[in-house]
């Protein structure tokens, strides 16, 4: 036993059969394949999220673009119906009324009307009733005032405009506790939301989702019916594809705003600077 303990020691390692060369380039001829489907992967989530943006810039240019006409139209309107009609400067004040109008309904056109941009306006309307020169020009700027005042409960109703005072009531009746609950916890997984973007515009498969995330089985069911449980999505039948709810739509087009809105926001842009710029002491 022990001698033959010996010639096993002394025996000289079996040489290691070279790879065959055709499974050597199979193997090869797989990775790129991997390295490919990631490249289109990638080239296709950026393709939808910008097809996604693109698609919120348009309805949202459209949208703003018929209510300005519409409030062109209610400015002409308004003015050739309820103004004096014999007045030896109708004209010039029309003019005047139809300009500072049309620039406060311009202002539907940005994301939010800032509270001083139609502060102004309302200055410069004040100024041209302090130089009114006539008792009847009351009928006119009375007028004046009204379609004003319509074009600001305008921007109320879209959600554009809030005065100081109604963001802080706004503020003060927000619940955090559902807030948290049906809107914040349901998309503060990457997961979650890598799904709920990918059925913005079209329905997906279980499969579909699978690939996307890289998850699988009862991982992927776990995050799919929180969605579901949620309201941000739904699956049209049993086993079916699933789709995105209007609240779903609605909060990913928020996320959207906001992520945009603070790229460019002042605090954004200094903590992109790099230490010492314009006079910083580098601790």
Do not use: W
């Amino acid at each position: 036993m022990k001698d033959s303990g010996r010639k096993k020691e002394n025996s000289p390692e079996s040489p290691v059969a070279p790879e065959d060369p055709e499974m050597v380039e199979i193997k090869a001829i797989r990775d790129k394949l991997c390295d490919m489907h990631s490249d289109i992967k990638k080239v296709m989530e950026y393709s939808n999220r910008l097809r996604f943006e693109t698609a919120m810039e348009c309805s949202r240019q459209e949208y703003s673009n018929a209510i300005l006409s519409h409030l062109h139209e209610d400015i002409d309107t308004g003015l050739e119906r309820n103004m004096v009609k014999k007045c030896p400067e109708k004209e010039n004040c029309r003019s005047s009324f139809a300009a500072l109008l049309q620039k406060n309904a311009g202002l539907v056109k940005q994301g939010r009307v800032d509270e001083v941009l139609l502060s102004d306006n309302r200055e410069k309307l004040e100024e041209l009733r302090c130089g009114a020169p006539y008792s009847k020009c009351d009928q006119c700027f009375s007028e004046v005032s009204s379609l004003f005042t319509k074009q600001v409960n305008l921007m109320r109703s879209m959600r554009i405009y809030a005065s100081n005072q109604e963001q802080k009531a706004d503020l003060s009746a927000l619940e955090t506790g559902a807030l948290m609950r049906e809107v914040l916890e349901p998309v503060s997984n990457p997961q979650r939301l890598e799904i709920l973007r990918a059925v913005a515009f079209e329905t997906k498969s279980f499969s579909a989702f699978s690939e996307i995330t890289g998850l699988r089985g009862g991982n992927l069911l776990f995050h799919l019916q929180k969605l579901m449980d949620s309201g941000l999505i739904l699956q049209q039948h049993e086993r079916g594809d699933y789709m995105i709810t209007e609240k779903g739509f609605k909060i990913l087009q928020g996320l959207n705003g906001l992520y945009s809105s603070l790229q460019y926001s002042p605090l954004q842009i200094s903590a992109e600077k790099t230490p010492g710029e314009k006079g910083e002491i580098r601790v």
